[in-house]
């Protein structure tokens, strides 16, 4: 079983920066694909970004040149900085994580919260 524990969430002004973190725990598991999505009140969790094993990324277009996720395989963590932050961003920021071991899994973290005020 694979736990995930997300960190970096907080208030912060439009036009601010954040950066999360996720870090995926267990044993015998391997790490494919991460990402974050995020859920706003009232509206359905969306993919913010992903990125593959071999670094491979896409993002969603209302983040793009301004958020960069980014890996560190060997601590099986997964970041998302996050600049020039807009109040639309304000939503919990999820972590979600492919990992095989006997068979496909994907986990979720358990969200962590971004407010920004304009």
């Known amino acids: 079983q694979v736990q995930l524990v997300e960190s970096g969430g907080g208030l912060v002004q439009a036009g601010g920066s954040l950066r999360l973190s996720c870090a995926a725990s267990g044993s015998r598991f391997i790490i494919s694909a991460m990402g974050w999505f995020r859920q706003a009140p009232g509206k359905q969790r969306e993919l913010v970004a992903r990125?593959?094993?071999?670094?491979?990324?896409n993002y969603a277009d209302s983040v793009k040149g301004r958020f960069t996720i980014s890996r560190d395989n060997a601590k099986n963590t997964v970041y998302l900085q996050m600049n020039s932050l807009k109040p639309e961003d304000t939503a919990v920021y999820y972590c979600?994580?492919?990992?095989?071991?006997?068979?496909?899994?994907?986990?979720w973290g358990q969200g962590t919260q971004v407010t920004v005020s304009s």
């Open positions: 979600n994580v492919q990992t095989y071991s006997t068979t496909w899994v994907n986990s």
């Open positions: 990125i593959s094993r071999v670094g491979s990324t």
